[in-house]
């Protein structure tokens, strides 16, 4: 079976401050992507990044960086002196290779909010 | 590019009334997702289609719920009779494989409301 998991419902912080959203999955492929999508207030998801199974390399973007760990089976998101724009509600997603269809499952979300 | 097209934006019916929802997928995206996402979770896939065949409706209640892609673009969901529970909003998504990867675009959803 393939599940994710955010633990973490609601997150708020004081602009400027740090904050690392957490997510673990299952899965039995040996080949898998893992996504973290963005849904602000107007409700589309916003993609962030992709990460493929074999790539374990932390990625930083700007203020967005995201740390990959197989052995944990976590794909955690930190973002670096929160904004009150980065108030949203974070996905993260994961898509297994068994049959190729792409289809996306879905944490609960966590929910950020940075206040001013 | 244009992002993918959804409409309505909101809904809102009556238990046991028939509502459809609209799809307009990004040009040449041979992929067409549907995903339901009720109030404080993520979105669950519901049905998707390559071209206009289904390849995975696991997760359709298909008593009540079907779709369809007609020539294989623009696709609609309908529900018929809607029950309280289908209170939701509805992503729609499509999807262009590239190196075996099918990366995903969503639309802005329909929030559907029944009273």
């Known amino acids: 079976a393939q599940k994710v998991t955010q633990a973490q419902t609601e997150i708020s912080v004081v602009e400027k401050e740090d904050v690392t959203l957490d997510c673990v999955y299952e899965t039995r492929d040996t080949t898998y992507y893992l996504f973290w999508y963005k849904q602000p207030p107007s409700g589309e998801l916003v993609f962030l990044i992709r990460r493929n199974s074999f790539d374990e390399q932390n990625e930083i973007s700007g203020r967005y960086s995201w740390n990959f760990q197989k052995s944990t089976s976590s794909f955690n998101f930190t973002i670096t002196a929160s904004q009150v724009v980065d108030s949203a509600v974070y996905f993260c997603?994961?898509?297994?290779?068994?049959?190729?269809?792409?289809?996306?499952?879905f944490g609960q979300g966590t929910t950020l909010q940075v206040k001013p | 590019e244009a992002g993918v097209a959804q409409s309505p934006r909101y809904k809102i019916i009556e238990k046991r009334q028939s509502v459809a929802f609209w799809c307009n997928p990004i040009s040449g995206h041979a992929t067409l997702y549907w995903y339901q996402q009720i109030l404080g979770q993520g979105p669950k896939l519901l049905i998707q289609?390559?071209?206009?065949?289904?390849?995975?409706d696991s997760q359709l209640p298909k008593d009540r719920f079907s779709a369809e892609r007609l020539k294989g673009v623009d696709s609609t969901l309908k529900i018929q009779p809607a029950k309280l529970e289908d209170s939701a909003v509805y992503l729609c998504?499509?999807?262009?494989?590239?190196?075996?990867?099918?990366?995903?675009?969503f639309g802005p959803g329909t929030r559907l409301t029944v009273t």
């Open positions: 997603a994961l898509s297994a290779s068994s049959g190729n269809t792409g289809k996306l499952i």
């Open positions: 289609f390559q071209n206009n065949g289904v390849v995975d």
């Open positions: 998504a499509s999807s262009l494989e590239r190196k075996g990867l099918r990366e995903q675009y």
